[in-house]
């Protein structure tokens, strides 16, 4: 959560964020630099509703209110209203609610981005799962993204493989044996049609995680 204090918050922005970073004080100085915050409500969030908007159930949405904390922590952390808006996944009929101190973008347009937040953490839940980065090389930004784009790209390459040549073997599968012969003089097709040795497999099938996330 201190990663919070180190951000230079710029203005018009939306910042979506999990209920791990729900800090009232921090959210505040956010908000007083006139950008934006999304991020869920905690199970034991207290809140006086002020107000209600009508919204279209059928999207998803269960309401739409202005409420102000009702904790004496809370209320002194974050004084201004905030837009509580509930919403139910379609799809996995699991019941969310947002915080947010934008009061003019559509409340689906909010789960949208909450969402949008989502698809991110799955794209980097798929980053360490599948990639093979053991260690970064480099530490900068333009190293670490270097690094990272490389192994997708290799990733992609090699499922194109897959495709082509009709493969059965599953791309962890293909990637193990590509690295097990990768300076020896074997046709490919011949090296993916024979599976690497058991004892080269490692026990699991997870990739190491990336440092850093």
Known sequence: MNILDQLAWEAGSFYIMDRGYLDFARL?????????????????????????????????????????????YTRRDYPDALRR??????????????????????????AQLYHGRWQIELFFKWIKQHLRIKAFYGTSQNAVRTQIWSAVAVCLLVAILKKRLHLDSSLYTILQILSLTLFEKTPIRQ???????????????????????
């Open 28 to 72: 505040h100085r956010l908000h007083q630099c006139a950008a934006f915050f999304v991020t869920r409500a905690k199970k034991n969030f207290r809140c006086a509703r002020r107000y209600s908007r009508p919204v279209d159930k059928s999207t998803g949405l269960r309401f739409d209110q202005t409420v102000v904390t009702a904790g004496f």
């Open 85 to 110: 808006i509930g919403y139910r996944d379609p799809k996995t009929r699991k019941a969310l609610v947002f915080l947010t101190n934008n009061f003019t973008a559509p409340a689906l347009t909010i």
């Open 191 to 213: 090296a993916l049609s024979q599976p690497p040795p058991a004892s080269e497999l490692p026990i699991t099938q997870n990739y190491p995680g990336l440092p850093g996330f």
